[in-house]
Each structure stands twice: as structure tokens, then as C-alpha cells.
């Protein structure tokens, strides 16, 4: 996903209008970049794997009347990267295409590149070989392609720019005879247009210069690191994951095993985290939230909420009832933040699409990120610990610091937020000396006192393995204060209000939405996180158990799931993701045979009985 933008003018651009939108679009992802551009009489493209500001450093591209750009997340080099061009139609693309496999086989034309964005200009060069009515041509992309779709398209022979989505994430407004667009509302009140409307049931046809030559094309490629290698399948690699059913002692009643920290059980052999269990899956009467959103609902088409939206299971079908049931006109929110997968994205991009649910994403400097989970990973393989795993997610937590700011930008101030109230995994803090707190009601915990406790045992822990501090360090206590310490308001859990089935959940989404499952795994449970694969192949070989088996034995406690049942999947659940690790290491640029023998070695909790 990343953040189009551009100005058509009478004359030539405006510099310093056109600045500010390229700032806030940089939200959306500052690694890769393009323009398109008029100067001499033909249309010039450049692309370039470094942020937007640097290639407009680079073309200096103000004396166009015609100005368009893109700014991005990490792309894997210049052949996945925008503008998109096939013959003499050009293309940028904010969304997904979810379905490009399926189009291809449709058309007469043939796939050149490995972007899926080439579909929609292969798509608009069929057609115009039918009938030069350009009008068809949104419609007619609209209709075949599923997924985000929020486009520029510049056909310079017949002098049109066409502007079109199929999820509102494009707005275009007017100061004077000049013309801007971009994939938020605010980028451009920020530079005071008028007449902003948001594109999105109709399509907007805007004449441009006319020009027979062919696009000038310039490529800006520097990128030699953090580049993910093309996945290739390896037996002999896979072979190193260990994995065996193990015959350890649990609770007769849930699942959990005698390695679950502070775990305690009875003369009949049921735990203490069963004793202590309050239900946390009883909805209060959906007339509650009603009421609680009616003042912030708006009249026509204007949005009223916000929902933070990841891509799994428990956001998409959140967003499922906030849209179905309650009514209501949300915009979603996405943190990215290195360790989304390609399938996050794309399911994040089927809901929205389908939906027509606008997205804002916000895009970490995913190279930063990554270096800074690089850094704890090794810091954490010196010196093994699994109350340190933490250390590992510690950079998705500012997810709760630019939800502040979506408010701020649009204006909007409800969020719901679609969380599993039964992921409750006490056993992370568990393994790093703290006891479970059996009376906390969120799977978020708040509170000053529990976390200079848990900050404290984790500093102590840090000794063990120096390298824990490191320049990662701001990042991982920053992110840590905006989730635990900021004051929550104007913020709701659609789970409060409706029971949380995961048959429901499941049917739904893969029947109603396509939504696309993991082929590594059988859960639908964190399947788009970059992480999950790893830390519970971490957790499986040193203590016997995984977050699938704190997970299924809420579920057995909340009369949803047999114990029989719950141990029937977690065999299969906690069985190595092979993919995914794989994923995980080759985008943390370690080696997979490295870093998994070190797993392997260390000592393991649990006896078999």
C-alpha cells in the first residue's frame, strides 16, 4: 500500500503545495518512490528504491504542468516498484490486486512484469484496443480486479488522467484552475483546496497535455540490503525444525502443560489458571453500544469511526459487524511495521476492497525496524530467555501512538477496536518472573505499578546479554509507554458486544470474503504476523507449549471447545512453520541454520513422563 499523489496545473506546479502533500503521504512509506512528469513535450517516469524527497531532489520536476508521484513501503527492487507502464499507458496504484492470477488468464494481453499493479494498465490497453470511450475503462477495471484499487491513470495520446477506487482512499480538490489529488483528505485541507471530494462511486476524466512520444524512463536503483531473497523450499533446512508430541503433564481440565509459569494443580489435577478463570466472552446487550455510538455517527456519507485494522481474523470480521451491524461509515487504520507479510497485505486489501472501506496506512521506516529486531534477536541468541521473546514484537507497539494521530487528521474520534478477548498469553511475562494477574479484564493491560515491575525484571534480564542495548532501545520504550501509559478515550471493543465464535469468524471470512488462510498452517490465527512462526517454534522447544495452547484452553474454559478437541488441534497448531521462519530470517537478513541450532540447543523445561 502506499500514498499517491499529484497537481495538474494551468501553468506549473506548485512547489511548496506539492511539498506537504509528499510529506504526509511519506506516512504511508518512505522507502520506494516514482513520479510521472510533463517537461518538453513528452512525459517522463522516474523510479527510485530511496524515499520521494530524494528523487524529487534528483529530477526537480517543478516546471511540469503535471506532476504525479508515489511514495512506499520496501519493495523488493525497481521491478515491483511504480510507475507502472505498458506501452503507451502509464499507472499509480494505492491497493492490492488480490485476484491478478485470475485476470491474466481473462486478457489477450501478456504479463511482462512482477508488480501486481501492471493488471490495471494491461486491463485499460485491452480495452482501448475495443473502443476509445476511456469512460468504460475504470468500470471496466473496477469489475475485474478485487482488492484495494485507488489509481492515476495518465493515457498521454489521448491527453486523459483518469482517477478512480473502489474504496474512497483518493480525494481530489481545487485552488483556483489547479487541480490535486491524494489518497487522504487531510494532505490536502493541509494546503487549504476547496470543493475536496472523495473518489470513490465515480470515476473523474481530467484533460492533460497530449503527447505521441514514448515515456522517458529513468530508473534509480541503490538498494543492496534488505532485499528478501525469493523463497526457495529447502528439505534439508525444514529438517532442522524440531517437533514431536510430547507426553508431559496437564491440567485434567484445560490443556495447559505442568512448564506454564506459576501453573499449580490440584488433588484432581486441574490448575490453577482454571480455578481462577473468569469468563471473558460474555457480550453485554448490543443496545449498549448503540447508544454509545450514536453521537458520534454522521449524516450522508461522511465517516464516524475508526478501526484499527491489522488484516487477521479478529479486525476483518470487527470490521464485518461495525460495517454490517452497527451501521456505522468507518475509515481502518493500519500499522506497518516491517513484520506485516505479503499475506496481511493482501487480506487487508480483499476486505477493504470489497468492503469499500477506505485504509490509512502508516508505514514505519521498515528498515530501521528491521535492523532493530536484528540487533535483540542476536543480542537474545547470546543468552537465551524466554521472558526476553517480547523484546523480539517490542516495534509494533507505536501501533497505539499513530491511532492518535489518524483521529487527529481526520477528525474523527471513535475507535473500535475488534480484539480476541481470549488471547490472553500470561505465561510471556510469566517466563520473565511476574506472576499472572487473574483479575485483569484486557488482553491490553494498563497501569503504572505493573509496568515499572515488568520493566524492572526485563532490565534485569537485559544484563545477561549486553547487546540488548543497543540504538533499538528509544524505539522499544517509546512504543512501550504510548500502549501502557496514554490514556485510552473515545474507545470501544466490539467484542464487549458480540460473542466471539471462531466458526463464525472463520465461515465468514473465507466464505463471504475470500479471505486467504495460511498454507504453512491450519489456524487462521496470526497468519499475516512476520513473527508468530518463530517465537512459538521458540516457545514448543524449550517449554512444550505454544500460545495455541493458552488460546485453546480459554476456549475449553468458556465451554466452546473440548479438552479433547483443544489437543486434537494444538498438535497440529504447534507444529514448525517452515515458511514463515523462513520469511522471518531471510527479512532479518540471519542465517536460518544459525539461529535455529542455537533454538534447538537450549535446555528444555519440561520432562517427559
Known amino acids: 500500500m502506499c500514498g499517491i499523489f499529484g497537481q495538474i496545473s494551468k501553468n506549473r506546479v506548485n512547489k511548496e503545495k506539492f511539498y506537504k502533500i509528499v510529506k504526509h503521504s511519506e506516512q504511508r512509506g518512505v522507502d520506494s518512490s516514482g513520479l510521472i512528469y510533463y517537461i518538453n513535450n513528452r512525459y517522463e517516469i522516474a523510479r527510485a528504491d530511496y524515499n520521494i524527497e530524494k528523487l524529487l531532489k534528483n529530477t526537480n520536476p517543478y516546471e511540469s504542468q503535471i506532476l504525479l508521484g508515489h511514495s512506499r513501503l520496501i519493495t523488493n527492487g525497481l521491478g515491483d516498484n511504480q510507475p507502472v507502464v505498458r506501452e503507451d499507458i502509464c499507472a499509480i496504484h494505492n491497493g492490492i490486486i488480490v485476484n491478478e492470477k485470475e485476470i ?6 501478456q504479463k511482462k512484469y512482477t508488480i501486481d499493479s501492471e493488471v490495471i494498465v494491461a486491463i485499460a490497453e485491452e480495452q482501448l484496443t475495443k473502443s476509445k470511450d476511456i469512460s468504460e475503462i475504470p ?3 473496477l469489475a475485474l480486479c478485487r482488492g484495494v484499487v485507488a489509481c492515476a491513470l495518465v493515457i498521454p495520446k489521448l491527453g486523459k488522467l483518469l482517477l478512480f477506487s473502489n474504496n474512497g482512499s483518493l480525494y481530489v480538490g481545487y485552488i483556483g484552475d489547479d487541480i490535486y489529488f491524494a489518497s487522504e483528505k487531510y494532505a490536502l485541507d493541509e494546503i487549504e483546496c476547496q470543493n475536496i471530494k472523495q473518489i470513490k462511486e465515480d470515476s473523474l476524466i481530467l484533460d492533460i497535455p497530449i503527447s505521441s512520444e514514448e515515456f522517458d524512463i529513468k530508473d534509480n536503483n541503490s538498494r543492496t540490503e534488505n532485499l528478501i531473497p525469493e523463497f526457495q523450499y529447502n528439505k534439508i533446512e525444514e529438517k532442522l525444525l524440531e517437533f514431536k508430541k510430547l507426553n508431559i503433564k496437564r491440567c485434567t481440565k484445560c490443556i495447559l502443560p505442568e512448564t506454564m509459569p506459576y501453573i499449580k494443580f490440584d488433588a484432581k489435577g486441574v490448575c490453577n489458571y482454571c480455578h481462577n478463570y473468569k469468563s471473558r466472552n460474555k457480550p453485554k446487550p448490543k443496545e449498549e453500544i448503540f447508544k454509545l455510538v450514536e453521537p458520534y455517527r454522521r449524516a450522508g456519507k461522511e465517516l464516524d469511526c475508526i478501526v484499527p485494522f491489522s488484516g487477521g481474523r479478529d479486525s476483518c470480521y470487527g470490521l464485518h459487524l461495525i460495517v454490517n451491524e452497527l451501521e456505522m461509515k468507518p475509515v481502518t487504520y493500519t500499522y506497518d511495521w516491517g513484520m506485516v507479510t505479503d499475506l496481511g497485505r493482501r487480506n487487508i486489501s480483499q476486505m477493504c476492497g470489497d468492503m469499500g472501506v477506505e485504509n490509512i496506512t502508516v508505514a514505519a521506516d521498515i528498515s530501521q525496524k528491521r535492523k532493530n529486531i536484528k540487533m535483540n534477536l ?8 524466554l521472558g526476553m521473546m517480547a523484546m523480539l514484537t517490542a516495534g509494533d507497539k507505536h501501533f497505539f501512538r499513530y491511532v492518535e494521530d489518524i483521529k487527529k487528521q481526520t477528525g474523527i474520534n471513535l475507535n473500535l477496536w475488534g480484539v480476541n478477548p481470549l488471547e490472553v498469553t500470561h505465561f510471556k511475562t510469566g517466563f520473565l518472573g511476574i506472576a499472572p494477574d487473574f483479575e485483569e479484564k484486557r488482553v491490553y493491560s494498563h497501569g503504572i505499578m505493573k509496568q515499572l515491575r515488568y520493566h524492572s525484571k526485563r532490565f534485569k534480564a537485559m544484563m545477561e546479554s549486553p547487546g540488548y542495548f543497543n540504538s533499538s532501545l528509544w524505539d522499544t520504550l517509546s512504543g512501550e509507554y504510548y500502549r501502557s501509559f496514554t490514556e485510552k478515550q473515545d474507545y470501544y471493543h466490539i467484542f464487549d458486544y458480540w460473542s466471539w465464535d471462531e466458526k463464525t469468524i472463520n465461515d465468514t471470512l473465507i ?19 512476520g513473527t508468530a512462526g518463530f517465537y512459538n517454534y521458540v516457545y514448543y522447544t524449550v517449554a512444550g507449549f505454544t500460545e495455541h495452547d493458552t488460546f485453546r484452553s480459554n476456549q475449553i474454559r468458556e465451554g466452546q471447545l473440548t479438552r479433547e478437541k483443544a489437543l486434537e488441534l494444538i498438535e497440529d497448531e504447534n ?15 540471519l542465517d536460518f541454520e544459525e539461529v535455529i541450532k542455537v533454538v534447538n540447543s537450549i535446555p528444555k523445561l519440561y520432562k517427559e513422563v
Do not use: C, F, M
Open 575 to 589: 507444529q514448525p512453520r517452515y515458511q514463515n521462519i523462513r520469511w522471518y530470517l531471510d527479512t532479518l537478513g
Open 139 to 141: 468500470n471496466k477495471i
Open 378 to 385: 542476536k543480542a537474545w541468541l547470546k543468552s537465551p530467555h
Open 104 to 109: 491474466w488468464k481473462q486478457l489477450n494481453v
Open 511 to 529: 466464505n463471504q470474503y475470500d479471505w486467504e488462510t495460511a498454507i504453512d498452517t491450519s489456524t487462521t490465527w496470526r497468519i499475516g504476523d
